[in-house]
């Protein structure tokens, strides 16, 4: 008999054979070893949709998922889009990465539009599962899914062979989500470059001020969830930001299939169809990622955007 302990307590006894221990192991391995899922086409590449910013790109979107696995034992799902052909194969390139992290108990389904959106316009999008669909709980997952995504890039994996820039990789979160997303950003300067913080802002011990690289904040002006004032203040916090405030949005405009339970937490209704909504506030968010991590060579702050008020 083994006594299984967590932190130092004993919790109870149970038989555990070392082929049991081998087993698990051994799952492990084929875990962290398992390629990329069957490709799926979403989306079919289409030359008239010509990826103006707040516009789906002109590239087919491909979907597939992948196993993230530690030797802690803890693993969990990412899925992921891509570039794609009219075959389901990747596009040829190297193309920069964003990792989209979930809103706080927002089923992470609900923002593959955001990674559909990106795939569309050359990105490839990862969308991992965090505990209980609470980031904060699993903010490690944000850098694991791209060590994960790296490492099967380098075993030759159909999807993402040749397919990552290893030098442009983002991160975006929409409200615990950008809280995760910044603290991620703080931390881990090496893996991650641009972010974007959607309706949220930085935690208070995490030291965002220690970076200069470019920061994107927006939120949506009948935002009832997230703090307009806290939010203004959380991006003068960073060397450089630029906040922006989405005319006639409100929190759940960023996601999908939005219950009226969630509906009733806003101060005020939408204004505005969540379609433009959504896309004024991509318009900007497509000019940021596109300048910092592709070199559009545009000076997006600079801008004028419909339905926006920049700061």
Same mark, same amino acid.
């Given at each position: 008999?083994?006594?299984?302990?967590v932190t130092g307590?004993?919790?109870?006894?149970?038989?555990?054979?070392?082929s049991?221990?081998?087993?698990?192991?051994?799952?492990?391995?084929?875990?962290?070893? +398992?390629?990329t899922?069957?490709?799926?086409?979403?989306?079919?590449?289409?030359v008239?949709?010509?990826?103006?910013?707040?516009?789906?790109?002109?590239n087919?979107?491909?979907? +597939?998922t992948?196993?993230a696995?530690?030797?802690?034992?803890?693993?969990f799902?990412?899925?992921?889009?891509f570039?794609?052909?009219?075959?389901?194969?990747? /596009?040829?390139g190297?193309?920069?990465?964003?990792?989209v992290?979930?809103?706080?108990?927002v089923e992470?389904?609900r923002?593959?539009?955001?990674?559909?959106?990106?795939?569309?316009r050359?990105?490839?999008?990862?969308?991992?599962?965090?505990?209980?669909?609470l980031?904060?709980?699993?903010?490690?997952?944000t850098?694991?899914?791209v060590?994960?995504?790296?490492?099967l890039?380098?075993?030759?994996?159909?999807?993402l062979?040749?397919?990552?820039?290893?030098?442009?990789?983002?991160?975006?979160?929409h409200?615990?989500g950008?809280?995760?997303?910044?603290?991620?950003?703080?931390?881990?300067?090496?893996t991650?470059?641009?972010?974007?913080?959607?309706?949220s802002?930085?935690?208070?011990g995490?030291?965002?001020?220690?970076?200069?690289?470019?920061?994107?904040?927006i939120?949506?002006?009948?935002?009832?969830?997230?703090? /307009?004032v806290k939010?203004?203040?959380?991006a003068?916090?960073?060397e450089?930001?630029?906040?922006?405030v989405?005319q006639g949005?409100?929190?759940?405009?960023?996601v999908?299939?939005?219950?009226?339970?969630?509906?009733?937490?806003?101060?005020?209704?939408?204004e505005?169809?969540?379609?433009?909504?959504?896309?004024?506030?991509?318009?900007?968010i497509?000019?940021?990622?596109d300048?910092?991590?592709?070199?559009?060579?545009?000076?997006?702050?600079?801008q004028d955007y419909?339905?926006?008020?920049?700061?």
């Open positions: 008999y083994e006594m299984l302990r307590v004993q919790t109870c006894a149970l038989p555990i054979s070392h049991y221990l081998l087993g698990f192991m051994m799952l492990l391995l084929l875990l962290a070893c +398992s390629p899922s069957e490709p799926q086409l979403l989306l079919e590449p289409d008239d949709r010509l990826g103006l910013d707040g516009d789906f790109g002109p087919g979107v491909g979907f +597939s992948f196993r696995a530690r030797a802690t034992g803890r693993s799902d990412v899925d992921l889009h570039p794609a052909t009219a075959d389901a194969e990747t /596009l040829a190297e193309h920069p990465m964003v990792v992290i979930q809103g706080g108990a992470h389904e923002y593959h539009w955001m990674g559909e959106h990106l795939a569309s050359g990105y490839i999008a990862l969308t991992p599962k965090y505990p209980m669909d980031a904060i709980f699993g903010s490690n997952r850098h694991e899914a060590d994960r995504a790296h490492n890039a380098d075993d030759g994996d159909p999807i062979a040749g397919a990552i820039d290893p030098q442009a990789v983002g991160v975006m979160g409200s615990l950008g809280t995760v997303a910044a603290k991620q950003w703080a931390r881990h300067e090496d991650f470059g641009p972010l974007v913080i959607v309706a802002y930085p935690a208070g995490d030291k965002v001020e220690d970076r200069g690289q470019p920061v994107l904040s939120i949506g002006e009948l935002d009832g969830s997230a703090d /307009l939010t203004e203040e959380g003068e916090r960073f450089q930001s630029t906040f922006a989405v949005m409100n929190h759940y405009d960023w999908d299939d939005v219950t009226e339970k969630e509906l009733e937490k806003e101060a005020s209704p939408s505005r169809p969540f379609e433009e909504t959504r896309q004024d506030g991509w318009r900007l497509d000019a940021y990622l300048a910092e991590m592709m070199g559009s060579g545009e000076d997006w702050a600079a419909p339905g926006l008020l920049l700061e």
